[in-house]
């Protein structure tokens, strides 16, 4: 059966459906039919046309029986969208972006279509069959995942895709299916949530907090540090799990990745889930625990309680943030006040200058008029 590659795009579409392409190639059968490529489009959120830029063989244009447009978030009805478009196009696989959307439609449609999920990971054939290869064991180990079942559903590390070397373009033919809407489908409440001035993934120093830190008050000793360095604040996954911190503060497998000049972790243990997204030039780890993991991992490490290790820290750099600016205030006066020395002693010299002009000046004038009266006067004969 050749098949399809089904691509259910987001913000990447031209990369996935050039992956696509790709692994269609790889696919071809003796007789040269390789799978054809698919993108599905959700009616309100994706206009099919909008994927013609990704060159897909086809479009299949999702739409409600009810006639609403799809809303983002809503994973349900999308996933069974989904697959009712893989299910009219014999799909090879099911390819998504990993992206938290992502994830969470791959998880729903792999279970309405009855296979497999892989997530974060790129694709390989092997032997005329594919296979997903993702990092394990903290990236020391590379893992190669094969299928069985339904067909599989897998999201691909985009950015290990890299930037797409063509940009095809064409015009794919385009049919419409209708997906029946369930009670449960129906969204009944939409949540609006701030994003934080300061995001984990940009952030160059961070300071987080972990379970040890005993509840939300807790905290305050992590703001307190964070605010003396400059830094934004993070957490281990308890404390988000508790609701301490808001998710998007959660450092690890299951939150953010981060890379950054410097990572003071506070009573965090320093578990393999959470050190795995942590990449730091330099780790300043406090723990109350000697034998806490996380001082296995520390450029320096301070065993201790963290509420009397923290506020002295702040205050340390507070002062001698202050130390240096005081410092170079009075290098600035000094400055201005040799400045203006310097200012006096030339005003000084240009008077003297001046004086010594007026000088040369007046004895210029009075040779010159001492000419003129000789000149002027009676010739005297003998």
């Not at 399809?4 to 692994?23: C, D, K, M, N």
């Not at 923290?310 to 201005?336: C, F, V, W």
């Amino acid at each position: 059966m050749t098949g399809s590659i089904v691509v259910v795009p987001g913000s990447e579409e031209t990369v996935l459906f050039e992956e696509a392409h790709r692994v269609a190639a790889e696919l071809s059968g003796a007789d040269g039919t390789s799978p054809r490529v698919v993108g599905v489009a959700f009616d309100g959120l994706t206009a099919p046309a909008a994927l013609s830029p990704g060159a897909p063989d086809e479009v299949v244009h999702v739409l409600r029986e009810d006639g609403e447009a799809f809303r983002a978030g809503a994973a349900g009805v999308r996933a069974r969208a989904t697959a009712l478009a893989a299910a009219v196009s014999e799909p090879r696989v099911v390819l998504l972006p990993d992206t938290p959307d992502g994830t969470d439609l791959a998880a729903a449609t792999s279970r309405a279509l009855r296979g497999g999920c892989v997530t974060d990971c790129l694709l390989r054939v092997r032997d005329g069959e594919l296979t997903a290869g993702r990092p394990a064991y903290g990236g020391r180990a590379y893992a190669e995942l094969g299928f069985e079942g339904g067909p599989p559903v897998v999201t691909l590390n985009t950015e290990a895709l890299g930037t797409p070397e063509t940009a095809p373009s064409g015009s794919p033919s385009v049919r419409s299916v209708e997906v029946g809407i369930e009670d449960d489908d129906r969204v009944r409440h939409v949540e609006t949530v701030d994003v934080p001035e300061s995001d984990l993934a940009k952030a160059r120093r961070i300071v987080a907090g972990g379970f040890g830190l005993g509840g939300p008050d807790g905290f305050q000793v992590v703001d307190d540090l964070a605010d003396a360095l400059g830094a934004a604040v993070g957490a281990s996954r308890p404390p988000s799990d508790e609701g301490w911190v808001p998710y998007d503060r959660q450092i690890g497998v299951t939150g953010k990745e981060i890379d950054v000049e410097l990572y003071v972790p506070m009573a965090i243990s320093g578990d393999s889930y959470h050190m795995r997204s942590v990449n730091a030039d330099t780790l300043v780890a406090i723990n109350a625990d000697p034998d806490a993991r996380i001082f296995n991992f520390a450029d320096i490490g301070i065993v201790g309680d963290a509420f009397e290790h923290g506020p002295a820290l702040a205050e340390a750099i507070r002062a001698a943030k202050d130390e240096r600016t005081d410092g170079q205030s009075a290098e600035g006066e000094q400055n201005t006040e040799d400045e203006q020395t310097a200012e006096g002693e030339q005003t000084a010299e240009d008077e003297h200058d001046d004086e010594n002009g007026q000088d040369e000046e007046r004895s210029t004038a009075e040779a010159t008029a001492d000419g003129e009266s000789d000149a002027d006067g009676p010739e005297v004969t003998e």
